[in-house]
């Protein structure tokens, strides 16, 4: 008998619980690529590197990545997501960003 209440599974995912799933799987597709998190107050750099062979590059920074709204700056500019919806839009934005597919194509030739 489950007592708990009902509602959990709906409830948003914040920006930083998004970032960590999609870190997740590029390192999983990518062995040799990860994407590493450095948080200084309410911003959070991601940057992505090589394990092996020292390259890295700036991909985004994010304000506020513990819930919504947040706003996110990478070369493609700037933009504030309020929504989980608006986010999830906003982060495959960047994560396909011409920027962001040249500097991963980079590493992966090193």
């Not at 998004?18 to 911003?43: M, S």
């Not at 495959?92 to 962001?100: D, F, G, I, P, S």
């Amino acid at each position: 008998m489950n007592l708990w209440p009902d509602g959990f599974d709906t409830v948003e995912k914040s920006p930083l619980v998004h970032l960590y799933e999609q870190a997740e799987k590029i390192e999983r597709r990518l062995a040799n690529i990860h994407i590493i998190g450095k948080r200084e107050g309410d911003v959070m750099s991601f940057t992505v590197a090589q394990l092996f062979g020292g390259g890295k590059g700036e991909l985004f920074t994010i304000r506020h990545p513990d819930a919504y709204p947040c706003t996110v700056e990478w070369e493609g500019g700037k933009s504030r997501a309020r929504t989980e919806a608006e986010f999830i839009g906003l982060l495959a934005k960047v994560l396909n960003h011409q920027k962001t597919r040249l500097m991963i194509a980079d590493l992966l030739k090193k």
